[in-house]
């Protein structure tokens, strides 16, 4: 800490001069999360706030998709993202053609679309969803049957706990993704005592086999309130990083992946992002009306 001591003052500082606001993902490393960040929390939690932000600037310590959201959400701000490179894989593994054609191949049957997608594919999209409100959303849109898309994993772990049929893509993430159920059985041998959380990202035989699923905020909620002796976050590593500094008298075990996406961001590059007003997202005006509708339903829904 003391090596970015000089980094984290002079961001502080910068933001002040600049106006600007730090919106950081829970997966962000703990300087970000702890030293710099003015605001953190999952998805949902960063989208409800883009909302409310009043500085003229938005830095967004996640991934582009994130900042996306926030431009959307707040289109009046000059929203920067410190490497525009930090993408997502569900993000990138549809279009929005692929869902014009979906819809054309089911046709009248709502489309849910999980927030990590481009702004084009949230535009061709009835209402979004994050791993929070999934299940909700789902229940709430009309109709029996529902395309969502593009996490085939979140898909299958929602259509477990709802009526609905779900159609889904065949996207996942690429952090998430790798974590078997014989992953899980081997963390309970090694640590029997411990309990295991994960994120529904996850295929859904580890979910199956875990003790409590929910997104990165239900997660820290879980942790906090349950406080149980020994934890492992089946998630992203800078979780059990992050909660760990806010919570005594529980053990953190490792059993995580690192998100090559989140990890590009850093003190350096924020602090370029600052002194230099630069990435800035921008959103095709055409596309603005129709991919905000499509999150602020979502955000309406989930109230
Ligand atoms: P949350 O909405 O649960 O924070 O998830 C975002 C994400 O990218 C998880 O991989
Ligand atoms: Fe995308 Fe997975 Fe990284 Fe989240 S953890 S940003 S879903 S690649």
Not at 10 to 27: G, M, P, S
Not at 39 to 61: F, H, P, R, Y
Not at 138 to 160: C, F, H, S, W
Not at 270 to 287: A, F, N, Q, Y
């Amino acid at each position: 800490w003391p090596f970015y001591a000089p980094l984290i003052f002079e961001i502080n500082r910068l933001k002040k001069e600049k106006d600007a606001v730090i919106l950081a993902h829970n997966y962000q490393t703990p300087q970000i999360y702890h030293g710099v960040a003015d605001i953190v929390g999952d998805s949902l939690q960063l989208a409800v706030e883009a909302t409310k932000v009043t500085q003229q600037v938005i830095v967004q310590c996640g991934v582009h998709f994130m900042a996306e959201t926030s431009k959307l959400l707040n289109p009046s701000k000059t929203v920067l993202i410190p490497d525009s490179r930090a993408g997502c894989s569900l993000a990138s593994s549809i279009t929005a053609e692929d869902v014009i054609a979906m819809r054309k191949m089911y046709p009248g049957v709502p489309v849910v679309t999980y927030v990590n997608t481009s702004a084009a594919v949230k535009a061709v999209t009835d209402v979004c969803c994050t791993s929070s409100n999934a299940v909700d959303i789902v229940n709430r849109v009309e109709g029996d049957t529902v395309i969502m898309i593009p996490d085939q994993y979140l898909a299958r772990n929602t259509a477990k706990l709802t009526h609905k049929k779900i159609i889904t893509w065949a996207g996942s993430c690429e952090v998430h993704e790798t974590f078997t159920a014989d992953d899980i059985s081997e963390l309970r041998h090694a640590y029997p005592t411990a309990k295991i959380i994960a994120h529904p990202e996850c295929p859904p035989e580890v979910i199956d086999a875990v003790d409590f699923a929910g997104s990165t905020a239900a997660m820290i909620d879980w942790v906090k309130s349950t406080k149980p002796p020994r934890v492992v976050m089946v998630t992203e590593c800078s979780m059990s990083d992050n909660v760990a500094s806010e919570t005594t008298g529980v053990d953190f075990l490792r059993g995580c992946n690192i998100c090559p996406h989140m990890k590009r961001i850093n003190l350096e590059n924020v602090l370029w992002s600052l002194h230099t007003m630069s990435e800035e997202i921008t959103v095709p005006e055409e596309i603005i009306p129709a991919a905000r509708l499509a999150v602020e339903r979502m955000i309406e829904m989930s109230r």
